[in-house]
Every structure is written in structure tokens, then in C-alpha cells.
């Protein structure tokens, strides 16, 4: 054989050694890719951490929540119902006051006087009559005994009865005159906290003045207004028939801490059309005075007890297409999608109806790409050594 005819056959046996190594890499890669693919299919993905929370039974209060204006059960306003100059203030700014209490005086003297003048007017008109009276009386004598005319006895007896009126108009104008000088003195008409003054000493008060001498608020007890959806207003309703008295609870505008507690107390007559929603009225004793007219509170309404309930943590509950589901932990640490009806949440805890029972173990954290039969590891325990290798 030449020289010529030995290099290609050099050349392609290296070339069928190549093409054979090449094949056998490319068959162990196959391999090893369908080994780690079968022992990953095998021992699945590994195990999620999460956390986990029992499904409890106890009462859960069904409440209603809203923002509520404090009110007080009278605002009188103390206007002077005469005209006059104010003549002394017998109150202090913010004090309480009872009710006829004196509060403040306009200058007497003028009523006074007419008082005098009324009282003089009927000495006058009294006088008056008993003369026409004694004259009637002398005229009657004198026409039985035919000595005068019929119509003089007439006048006469005329006469007599328009005194008799004028006398009793004069009375009725020392009534008048007697009340407008007790009307000098301005009395509280309910009992209450007095407000900041409005006039002053030497100032000349009417009763047309807008706003008045001082203004009493009756804060013990106190109102509190707010509005109940239109759609919980049965629940309400059916708890006040059986003659239920609902409890009631003021916080303040955080809501952290609470003012005062009382009892609901009525309903508006109509639903406000504009809101879908209907006044209430509710009722405390404010014997702190916590509740200040016109202030602002967060009002939880107490509508019933739900008894032995079960109830799980708020975080547990998934909302999927077909509803609302839990992951429920499993003996041999596995999960499984449970399909549940929630009902009122209480704080951190949401009321499971139907699809839970009490002392099963829910989870709570972790459960983000969890599915149906995972595997799940309970947080702080220690993974197992098969665990860390794979």
C-alpha cells in the first residue's frame, strides 16, 4: 500500500473515533438528564415552611360599626322674653345649673312701674262700678215705683256691665304687667352645663336676639346619632321585637379607647334615600362626661351572639374561582384544599359556617404556591437530613 492511499484511511478511522466519543457523551448526558429528571420527579418539590393556627370554637359577637356624632338631649338656648337693659349675671361659664335657677336680671324698674300703674287703673275702675252698681240699684227702686223711664234702668245696667269689664281687662293687665317683671329675672329652663356668655352686663338685650344670654347643653344623659346600612337593618329589628336591649359602645376616633357605654335606643321613622342608609339613636349616661356635644366617636353596635363557633385566623382563608378554601394540615404533613363558608370576621378571627371543624390545624403563613397534597414543613421545627441532601 502507498503512502497516498494510508492518510485517508488515518483520517477516517480518527473520524469514526471521534464521532464515537461524541455519541457516547451525548448518550451520558441523556442519561444523567433522565436519571435527575426521574429522582426529581421522585421526591417532589421540597417542603415549604409555613405557619399553622387550630380551628377553635367560642362566641363571636355579631357587631355593627359606624361613625357616630354626640348630641345632646336639649341645646336651650336663654333668651330674655322682654326687652331691657341686663342688669346683673348670676352664673359661671361652664358650671352646671339646675333647672329655675337664676342666671341673670335685666333692669326691673320700668315693669316695675307699669306693674303700679296696672295695680292704680283698677283701684280707679273698681271704684267706678261699685258707684254705677249702687246707681243700678236706686234705679230699679225708682222704676218700680214708676217714678223714671225704662230705658234710663237700661243705660244704667249698660253701664255697669262695661265697667265690669274694665275692671277685669285692668286684672288681666296686672297678670301681664306682674309676669313681665318676673321675666326680669332669667331662669334656666332645663337643667344642663352652662355655655360661654353671650352678653354682657349694661348690654340691651330682645327676645329677637339670635344668640341669646348663654346657651345649656343637658350632657348627662347624652345621645349618640349614626347611620345603619339599610341591609342590617332587619337583623336589628328582629332583636329589639323580642325586647332585647342592645349594648352600645363609644371609642374615640382611633378607636383605642372606649368613652362611655349605653343602650340603643330608637330608629329614624324613614331611610334616607340618597344613602341607603337609616338614623339611630343611642342613649349613655356620660356620668364622666367623656361624650362632649358635637364630638365625633366610633359606634359598635352589639346585635347577637353566635355561640360555639368555629372560627380561624383571617390569613388562613384563600379566595380561589370557586370560592373561598383553606389549607388543612394533614397527619403526615401534607396539605389539602378544603372548600369553607365564611361568615363575620371578630377581630383577627373569621367565623367558618360550614366546611371546618373545631381542633383541625389551618395554615396560616406560607401557603403562597402551595397546591393539593404539598408537603409543608412546620416553621421552627428543623428540616430532616433527606431534606438538606436533596
Not at 152 to 174: C, F, N, P, S, Y
Not at 329 to 351: F, M, N, P, S, Y
Request: net charge positive.
Amino acid at each position: 500500500m502507498s503512502l497516498n492511499n494510508a492518510r485517508p484511511a488515518s483520517v477516517q478511522l480518527r473520524n469514526s473515533v471521534i464521532a464515537l466519543l461524541l455519541l457516547a457523551v451525548v448518550g451520558w448526558a441523556a442519561w444523567h438528564f433522565t436519571r435527575s429528571t426521574e429522582r426529581s420527579a421522585g421526591r417532589g418539590r421540597p417542603a415549604a415552611a409555613v405557619g399553622t393556627a387550630q380551628a377553635t370554637s367560642m362566641d363571636v359577637p355579631v357587631t355593627l360599626s359606624a361613625i357616630g356624632s354626640v348630641q345632646p338631649i336639649v341645646a336651650a338656648t336663654v333668651r330674655s322674653q322682654l326687652s331691657g337693659t341686663l342688669f346683673s349675671l348670676h352664673f359661671t361659664e361652664g358650671q352646671p345649673v339646675k333647672q329655675g335657677q337664676l342666671l341673670a336680671k335685666i333692669d326691673p324698674r320700668p315693669y316695675q312701674l307699669a306693674l303700679s300703674q296696672a295695680r292704680a287703673n283698677l283701684i280707679r275702675d273698681e271704684s267706678l262700678l261699685d258707684q254705677a252698681r249702687a246707681d243700678l240699684e236706686r234705679y230699679r227702686t225708682l222704676w218700680s215705683q214708676d217714678s223714671i223711664a225704662r230705658q234710663q234702668l237700661d243705660t244704667q245696667a249698660a253701664t255697669v256691665k262695661q265697667l265690669e269689664g274694665t275692671v277685669a281687662a285692668d286684672r288681666a293687665a296686672i297678670g301681664v304687667a306682674s309676669l313681665n317683671l318676673d321675666y326680669t329675672s332669667i331662669t334656666a329652663p332645663v337643667a344642663g352645663k352652662a355655655g360661654l356668655r353671650q352678653a354682657d352686663i349694661g348690654n340691651y338685650v330682645t327676645p329677637g336676639d339670635a344668640t341669646g344670654i348663654v346657651v345649656i347643653t343637658q350632657v348627662q344623659p347624652i345621645d349618640v346619632t349614626f347611620s345603619v346600612p339599610q341591609a342590617q337593618l332587619p337583623d336589628v329589628q328582629a332583636q329589639l321585637r323580642e325586647g332585647r336591649k342592645l349594648h352600645v359602645t363609644a371609642t374615640d376616633q382611633a378607636g383605642e379607647r372606649v368613652l362611655a357605654e349605653g343602650e340603643f335606643l330608637t330608629f329614624d321613622n324613614q331611610i334616607d334615600a340618597t344613602s341607603g342608609t337609616v338614623r339611630a339613636k343611642a342613649r349613655f349616661d356620660n356620668r364622666d362626661q367623656t361624650l362632649f356635644p358635637n364630638q365625633f366617636v366610633n359606634v359598635s353596635l352589639l346585635v347577637k351572639t353566635l355561640s360555639g363557633s368555629v372560627t380561624i385566623p383571617v390569613s388562613s382563608v384563600r379566595h380561589g374561582a370557586q370560592g373561598d378554601f383553606v389549607f388543612v394540615l394533614q397527619t403526615d404533613r401534607t396539605v389539602k384544599t378544603r372548600a369553607v363558608r365564611t361568615g363575620v370576621i371578630h377581630e383577627q378571627q373569621i367565623v367558618v359556617s360550614s366546611g371546618l371543624k373545631a381542633g383541625e390545624t389551618v395554615i396560616t403563613e406560607g401557603a403562597d404556591g402551595l397546591n393539593d397534597g404539598a408537603r409543608v414543613m412546620l416553621a421552627g421545627a428543623k428540616w430532616p437530613a433527606s431534606a438538606k441532601k436533596q
